[in-house]
């Protein structure tokens, strides 16, 4: 938040690449929307991911179709700096998960970053901790190889998951 803002009157921008969006990310933006009145979740468009498994609007649409429920809550992508994207929108505070203590190294970095690029902090949510082994990397390579993934991602999710293999020609 900005120095003398109220969580009351921010603005959260939650960003990340959500490919794919799992439980976790959903449990984090929960938690975000019954803090903030409205709360941005921003996917990132990243040049250096060449091959995502998800295009970005497939990753935007799932997330609309997941977070319908939050009248608060809108989905938005952004190109480049978070600090730009979140002076471009007017945001006042970056909402980041935590799932583990090791997560907290980097975040500290880049919310140092952040705040010494745009004056806005960055406040940290913890995820529910049965979420706590779970990322979209790990999602992907369970999935890939077989694996169950339907305790982690949202149903919506997980069907755009079948749908993306079987256009791949794989069962
Ligand atoms: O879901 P991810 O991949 O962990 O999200 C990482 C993300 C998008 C939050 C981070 O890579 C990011 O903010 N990228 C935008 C570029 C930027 O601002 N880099 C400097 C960060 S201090």
Redesign the pocket.
Known sequence: MRNGARVPQSHAVY????DPPTKGHLDVIARAAAIFPVVTVAV?V?PQKRSPFFPLDEREEMLRRCTSAYANVRVDHFR????DFIKRISADVIVKGLRVVSDFENEM??AH??RSLSDVDTMFLMSDSSYSFVS?SLIKEVFLQGGDIAKYVPDIVLACMHQKRLAHGRK
């Open positions: 960003p990340g690449s959500f990132v990243n480049g700096l978070l600090a970095a880049f970053m952040n979209s």
